[in-house]
């Protein structure tokens, strides 16, 4: 008995100790990261792309079957997408609390971001580089910080100056920005809504790491 219960407790430091350093280094080392970005619908409508570079943060967005013309598209500060109105999703990403816009001078949002074009056939593009961001750590400028982000696209274009959203209108897609290729795990452990929807369902939220929300890790039952 007094054996079993050594072992267990061993297992339990190694493992810990095993899975905290694997996700302490990904977390210092993250360069890229993803968001699928749906209709209110659910419809898959585009992705973004986001990797470390030039000082910044590169995104690059395609969207597809979005009604023409020009749309507002924004980083925004919590990683919840819940359609079909994509409130959950908050405000714009502004860690450094600045007002709305890239013409304002008391701008602007780290969130903020061009305008993005789309064509006659639903489809469109978008590249920006963002100064102001980093993919790294969970620090306050970080995609990964506490509650994570996501990207929103609206219904109208962004005027770049009124605050606090820039006239932009209703959101009509939304994308949680996760962590390279399997980024769910990421965000979702700082997100305490994310959490609670995970202790709530019986599916675990981390299969791929060996944790099961409800049992701790495998083979430690509630002790561990
Ligand atoms: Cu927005
Ligand atoms: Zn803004």
Known sequence: MTTRTFSCAAMTVLLLGAACGTMVSAEKSRKTATAG??????????????????????????????????????????????????????????????????????????????????????????????QDVILAGDGATSLFHAGGTSVVIHEKADDMKTDPAGNAGVRIACGVIQYGQAAAAIPALHNPRNAERRASSSTPGMTGTGWSSRGGWPGCGKSC
């Not at 792309?49 to 590169?58: D, R």
């Not at 979005?66 to 079909?84: F, Q, W, Y």
């Not at 780290?110 to 489809?123: E, R, S």
């Open 37 to 130: 970005i749906k209709d209110g619908k659910g419809q898959n409508v585009g992705q973004a792309k986001f990797k470390t570079a030039g000082g910044g943060v590169e995104m690059s967005v395609t969207v597809m079957n979005l009604s023409p013309g020009v749309h507002a598209i924004h980083l925004h500060e919590a990683g919840n997408c819940d359609a079909p109105g994509f409130t959950t999703a908050g405000g714009h990403f502004n860690p450094a609390n600045k007002q709305h816009g890239m013409q304002n001078p008391a701008g602007h949002h780290a969130g903020d971001l061009p305008n993005l074009t789309v064509g006659a056939n639903g489809k469109g593009a978008f590249k920006s580089t963002i």
